[in-house]
């Protein structure tokens, strides 16, 4: 009998190692180094992410698959990396300072912030429906501890308890649908399973619905689409601002990474005929996570409900398809990270501790206060919310555009009434900026060039990439290779 080795190539996996092997490096040096150094962890982590984005935008271009078949870099994965970077970066740089304020500047912070990029990297290079759920998992643990990283906060362990327990039970959905599409084709490698639907009729094979269906229940609990948004609010009001703002970029974008690659490639006519399952899905997303954002009082459970909707436009993007339907995703995913990130970091800028002014209506006469948050502010909610010239209108012109191109036309009619409706409570923040009284004092704001440079960036890249999107649409469009 011959024994086959398998070929391992380390460079598809290069930028993988790299942030592996320093997580691991940045916990040890928690240990074993004083506390005056540990302070500047967060510094060599974001060094580290730097340094990982570089390695990562070396591989555009190519596809490779490696590890027998079981990872992929192609343009699809490599954008999907350089978005999970930047997000990560984004949030180190918020988290610098925010950690010292809470108390919570452990070695272990920056090492599962790492471990769950990781993880996200796993996901969008998974050829194999084995290496995705990897990825899922080692991204998931992660967040649930840090989503309870405040020990001493009963909100913030409720928040852990709670994604912890609902993520467990959605996992199991995603791991008996991965079990019941083996059972079906006899593999979990996701070309594989394309060929052998492809010669197979998918719809008189009752596993293959029922595998589908699991599947549709996993992704969407981590996309947080309805109906499987009920942990969203909660959570994100209850872990550390910081950690609410990176679990609503990194880790979304991964799981929407994943579901496409599952759905377009592996399950292409499957999805063709569950794209009404899908229509609903993303059709109730956007409209309840609007409506349900307007009654929202706190600043975090408000941009919770706006990611729900948020979700409902990614989700059109995987049901449009085709050749725009895969890049308009990855615009979306790049455009909402800027965007979400820069108002999570308006949040931790007026936070104080153990107070984080979550409250809308503590952010009456900010505008006056402090009026370059506040233009940030608006920025941010205006771009959110779609309105030219920033980048939310371009990523919503483009998934809707994909979704008309490839006739869902009425999806797309929605997704329109839905950024109209969800103008309302954008706006609402900028309306108590600028036109009510204050509420309360504005404590002297003294911003650490980490958070500066945050800042910048996020209002660089919502202002930048709204203007002159060219070169970005340029790049996702060749991220068509997913197929």
């Known amino acids: 009998m011959e024994i086959v080795i398998p070929q391992f190539d380390l460079k598809s996996i290069s930028p993988i190692i790299i942030i592996t092997i320093f997580a691991m490096i940045i916990l040890a040096m928690d240990v074993f180094f004083k506390k005056t150094f540990r302070d500047s962890l967060g510094y060599l982590t974001f060094l580290v992410v730097a340094l990982t984005g570089m390695v990562a935008g070396t591989q555009l271009g190519d596809t490779v698959y490696s590890f027998s ?61 084995l290496t995705i759920f990897l990825g899922l998992e080692i991204m998931s643990i992660s967040l649930y501890v840090l989503a309870g990283f405040r020990r001493d906060s009963v909100r913030s362990n409720e928040a852990s308890l709670k994604y912890f327990l609902l993520g467990a039970f959605a996992t199991c959905f995603l791991l008996y649908g991965i079990a019941m599409l083996y059972g079906a084709t006899g593999t979990t490698n996701i070309k594989e399973i394309a060929a052998f639907l492809a010669n197979n009729p998918s719809l008189s094979n009752p596993m293959i619905i029922a595998a589908t269906s699991l599947l549709v229940v996993g992704f969407g609990f981590k996309v947080a689409c309805v109906p499987f948004h009920k942990w969203t609010p909660d959570v994100y009001e209850g872990a550390p601002t910081a950690i609410t703002a990176f679990m609503s970029v990194g880790p979304k974008a991964a799981a929407f990474a994943a579901f496409a690659r599952v759905f377009l490639v592996a399950l292409p006519d499957v999805g063709q005929n569950w794209s009404i399952i899908l ?35 990614a989700l059109m993007a995987i049901i449009a398809g085709g050749d725009f339907g895969p890049a308009s995703l990855v615009f979306y995913m790049l455009a909402y990270t800027f965007m979400n990130l820069g108002a999570f970091a308006v949040v931790i800028v007026l936070g104080r501790k153990g107070e984080e002014n979550a409250n809308i209506e503590d952010y009456s006469g900010l505008g006056f206060k402090h009026p370059v948050l506040a233009v940030a502010m608006c ?32 999806l797309a009619v929605i997704g329109v009434v839905n950024s109209v409706i969800s103008v309302y409570y954008y706006l609402r923040v900028s309306v108590v900026m600028y036109m009510k009284t204050p509420v309360r004092e504005f404590s002297p704001l003294s911003l650490s060039p980490f958070m500066i440079l945050a800042l910048i960036l996020t209002v660089w890249g919502t202002i930048q990439l709204g203007i002159f999107p060219g070169k970005i649409i340029s790049l996702v469009q060749n991220s068509s290779l997913l197929y």
């Open 279 to 313: 229509w609903v899905l993303a059709a109730l997303t956007m409209t309840v996570g609007n409506l349900v954002a307007i009654a929202q009082t706190n600043i975090k459970r408000m941009l919770a409900y706006s990611s729900i909707a948020h979700a409902g436009y």
């Open 69 to 129: 078949n079981m990872f992929v870099v192609d343009n699809f994965s490599v954008l999907f990396n350089l978005i999970f970077l930047i997000s990560t970066g984004i949030v180190i740089l918020l988290s610098v300072r925010y950690t010292m304020q809470e108390g919570i500047n452990n070695g272990e912070y920056y090492t599962l912030i790492l471990f769950a990029t990781m993880g996200m990297m796993l996901m969008a290079g998974g050829a194999d429906l």
């Open 379 to 410: 920025i941010f909610m205006f771009s959110l919310a779609g309105i030219p010239p920033f980048v939310g209108f371009i990523g919503k012109f483009y998934i809707f555009s994909a979704a008309i191109k490839n006739g869902f036309i009425v």
